[in-house]
């Protein structure tokens, strides 16, 4: 079993920066894909951003080069780097881990993952 844990949500102005982290504990080793998927209210979820075991990124067009995911093998943590902000970026945000790696940004973008954590509230508001 795996648990994961975000923060570094909140308040922040348009134009503004946020980072996210994702802590996972319990068998992190069977870990092989990290994402994070966003869902606003009345919305459904969606992808955001996604990490495979070999590192190779992959992004939605909407925050492809605002936002950036970044992995930390040794704090077995996952960030995500919120810049530009914009309001429609509003919603909460989900980590989530997979004990299969995904191949391509089709399988990497998917609702299927393993472990899902609470989440954690932005708000892009001026």
């Known amino acids: 079993q795996v648990h994961l844990v975000e923060s570094g949500g909140g308040l922040v102005q348009p134009g503004g920066s946020l980072r996210l982290s994702c802590a996972a504990s319990g068998r992190t080793e069977g870990i092989y894909a990290t994402g994070w998927f966003r869902q606003a209210p009345g919305k459904e979820r969606e992808f955001v951003a996604a990490?495979?075991?070999?590192?190779?990124?992959y992004y939605a067009d909407s925050v492809k080069g605002r936002f950036t995911l970044s992995r930390d093998n040794r704090r077995n943590s996952v960030y995500l780097q919120m810049n530009s902000l914009k309001p429609e970026d509003t919603a909460v945000y989900y980590c989530?881990?997979?004990?299969?790696?995904?191949?391509?940004?089709?399988?990497?973008?998917?609702?299927?993952?393993?472990?899902w954590g609470q989440g954690t509230q932005v708000t892009v508001s001026s």
């Open positions: 990490v495979k075991r070999s590192g190779m990124t």
């Open positions: 989530a881990a997979d004990g299969s790696d995904c191949a391509d940004f089709f399988g990497c973008s998917r609702l299927t993952y393993d472990y």
